[in-house]
């Protein structure tokens, strides 16, 4: 069955340390794979993802991702925290070739960031 | 500047109330969605249309639903028979399918609150 597996629903780090924000995955099919960010009271914006090729993503505000098929995971990272990095992230697992029911939303990660 | 426009972003409705959330996009987009987003999980899909006049029920589709007359609008009615309906809604769109690695596009929200 597809699922997505966000580990940690809160992520706490200080301003200018390494954000880690982990991600497994289970598909039958190698999956697309995305990362949205949510800022409070706001809709869903495209970080990155992941569909074919190069499996270093890189997307908006420093973020890149990584595809490891033999993990099963697709982890978010940024070298240096930002204050306004703090929001809620999540990732999703599309089914290639599916429905829309096949889009499955992780429960999410809320980052936090400490002066 | 093209997106997608959701209103109102707050709403409350009495109990017994047919409510209904606009969604409006000029993207020219042929796929749209709805997701319900409660606390600490996920987004949950409640109905989507792939093309003007024909639209599939989601994973929590009852006591909802839609109507796809035009393009660029995908109105959501919140009927009396949703037993908890507070919750944020959130109203997405993508060029295509998104089983081809299409980006999912959000708009705002609106938070639909009970009294």
């Known amino acids: ?115 | 500047d093209g997106g997608i426009t959701q209103s109102p972003k707050y709403l409350f409705r009495k109990e017994g109330q047919n409510v209904t959330l606009s969604c409006e996009q000029n993207l020219n987009h042929d796929a749209m969605y709805w997701y319900r987003q409660d606390p600490g999980q996920g987004l949950r899909l409640i109905y989507y249309s792939q093309i003007v006049n024909d639209f599939q029920k989601g994973d929590i589709a009852e006591g909802y639903s839609v109507s796809r007359e035009k393009k660029e609008s995908f109105p959501l009615t919140v009927t009396s028979a949703q037993k908890n309906p507070t919750a944020f809604y959130l109203c997405a769109s993508s060029i295509g399918s998104t089983d081809s690695g299409n980006t999912i596009y959000f708009g705002e929200g609106s938070w639909l609150t009970v009294v």
């Open chain 1, 1 to 115: 069955a597809q699922s997505v597996t966000q580990l940690g629903s809160h992520v706490s780090v200080s301003e200018g340390a390494l954000v880690l924000l982990r991600c497994n995955y289970s598909s039958s099919v190698p999956p697309y794979l995305f990362w949205y960010v949510q800022y409070p009271n706001q809709g869903l914006q495209l970080l990155l993802k992941y569909t074919t090729g190069a499996t270093l993503v890189k997307g908006i505000n420093g973020f890149e991702a990584e595809f490891k098929k033999s993990e099963t995971s697709f982890h978010l990272t940024k070298p240096s925290a930002h204050m306004s990095d703090a929001a809620e992230y999540f990732c999703v697992n599309v089914v290639p070739w599916s429905s829309a029911s096949k889009i499955i939303f992780g429960s999410g990660t809320r980052l936090s960031i400490r002066p």
